[in-house]
């Protein structure tokens, strides 16, 4: 299975990812610029204070008693005071605080203007030429807790934008590519032998250029196909009608000649002519089967063709073939003239080089399993794996080519399909058989 990710998957992944940190990013950004802006409405509210606070209070210690002890400013009720302040003189002795104030939040001597400890910021102002001062405090830990509550309330809606924007993204990307993905289908579930033109008018500008040099390399493949199968046919009109007529002749001449050695020789003649017939017959079928083909749009029936193929051995071999076929169709997309040559050269093979006396088996299931099996001695593993090539034969005294095999391992490699070759034969001592799936 491959490994590799669909552009479909890739987009909408990388847009996915992209979308949910740039949404990340965002609220990061909104964050901090609403933590500035706290941080400038807390400071106004520090200086604001102050400033309405020590007039009050310079008032109040200006009409005290002297020698008055330091007040604590009243609460109207209980509630948590967020801004604590001391009034104070030069030398940090508070004259006056609030409520919930705590001295050790401050410094020993007060300070104008801002600043900060490790818990609190701070803001301090002064009246009457610097002698009475009056600091203000906020706790830090509030103004965390007040970004960090602004900050939840731009993440909130995420976890309903973000999934949102996540299915919009997917549906997008699989909108835009629907034509793409259809593209990728119609090639992947036509047959091996479907060379015609793709429909590619709907596809995005970006994939039009590949549905148009996929069209045209299917018709350059087709033209060759039809080029090598018109060249097939005719060589095997005129390489077999002049064979022919010259074997006629030859056996005319063989009639009229009386002498014993000169019959001789013409019999060497008819002899070398009829093997050059039937290698030449080899040799176009081999063509054939290497020139593609083997496979056609629609699907036949084997059961009939077999029967057919069987049926010309019977001059050859009459009652040496047992033929098993299944009670029903065996349909298969192999192209018919492509299994007859296979099922007659698995079969020649078989009668050819198998034992004389023993019965060929040739059986068909509706699975579509075709096997041949003959009789006879073993083949060595280093010779039974030479077998498919042109012209090689097992060691035998027989006539023939050596190209049978050949031949029916170059249909089925050109259909897809695996022959396999066995000996001894399946639940034999000895034996060769020929097996292949045609479906």
């Known amino acids: 299975m491959s490994n590799r990710t669909s552009l479909q998957k890739r987009l909408g992944i990388a847009l996915t990812f992209g979308v949910t940190l740039l949404w990340l990013l965002g609220v990061t950004a909104s964050g901090l610029v609403a933590q500035h802006e706290m941080n400038e409405v807390f400071d106004s509210a520090l200086q604001e204070t102050a400033q309405r606070v020590l007039p009050l209070a310079v008032t109040g210690i200006l009409n005290r008693e002297i020698g008055a002890r330091n007040e ?110 259809e593209f990728q289908q119609s090639i992947e579930s036509r047959g091996a032998g ?27 493949l087709l033209r060759a196909l039809e080029t090598e199968r018109s060249f097939t046919a005719n ?12 074997l006629a002749k030859v056996q005319r001449l063989k009639t009229e000649v009386h002498s014993d050695p000169l019959r001789t ?7 070398a002519l009829r ?25 036949h029936n084997l059961v009939p063709i ?15 073939i047992n033929l098993t076929l299944p009670g029903r169709e065996a349909n298969s997309f192999l192209d018919p003239d492509a299994f007859a040559i296979l099922a007659r ?7 050819k080089y198998g034992s004389p006396d023993q019965p060929v088996e040739v ?36 006539p023939g080519s050596g190209l049978g095999l050949a031949i029916a391992d170059a249909i089925a490699e050109g259909a897809g399909m695996t022959l396999v070759l066995r000996s001894p034969a399946t639940g034999c001592g000895d034996g060769f058989e020929a097996e292949i799936y045609l479906v």
């Open 72 to 181: 604590t400013a009243p609460a109207l009720e209980e509630h948590d005071e967020h801004l604590t302040y001391v009034v104070r003189d030069r030398q940090g002795k508070i004259l006056l605080q609030s409520h919930d104030a705590d001295p050790d939040v401050f410094a020993t001597l007060p300070r104008k203007g801002f600043s900060n400890t490790s818990t609190h910021r701070i803001y301090g102002a002064s009246a009457v030429s610097d002698t009475i001062y009056i600091e203000v405090a906020e706790p830090l830990a509030h103004r965390r807790e007040a970004a960090l509550e602004a900050g939840l309330a731009l993440l909130m809606p995420l976890l309903f934008l973000i999934p949102v924007s996540l299915l919009g993204v997917w549906w997008v990307v699989r909108l835009s590519l629907r034509r793409v993905v």
């Open 194 to 220: 479907d060379l015609s033109p793709v429909e590619g008018g709907r596809l995005p500008a970006e994939f039009e250029p590949v549905a148009v040099a996929v069209n045209r390399l299917l018709e350059r």
């Open 235 to 246: 060589s095997a009109h005129e390489l077999r009608t002049p064979l022919a007529t010259a």
């Open 265 to 271: 020789r013409v019999g060497e003649i008819e002899e």
């Open 275 to 299: 093997s050059l017939a039937g290698l030449s017959g080899k040799l176009l079928e081999l063509a054939k089967a290497e020139g593609g083909g083997a496979i056609s749009q629609d699907q």
């Open 306 to 320: 077999l029967t057919m193929v069987v049926g010309d051995f019977e001059g050859e071999a009459p009652g040496r």
């Open 345 to 351: 050269n698995l079969i020649e093979n078989a009668v």
């Open 363 to 398: 059986s068909l299931t509706a699975d579509g399993a075709l096997r041949v099996r003959n009789g006879g001695n073993l083949i060595p593993p280093d010779q039974l794996a030479l077998l498919r090539n042109r012209f090689v034969r097992a060691t035998t005294h027989g």
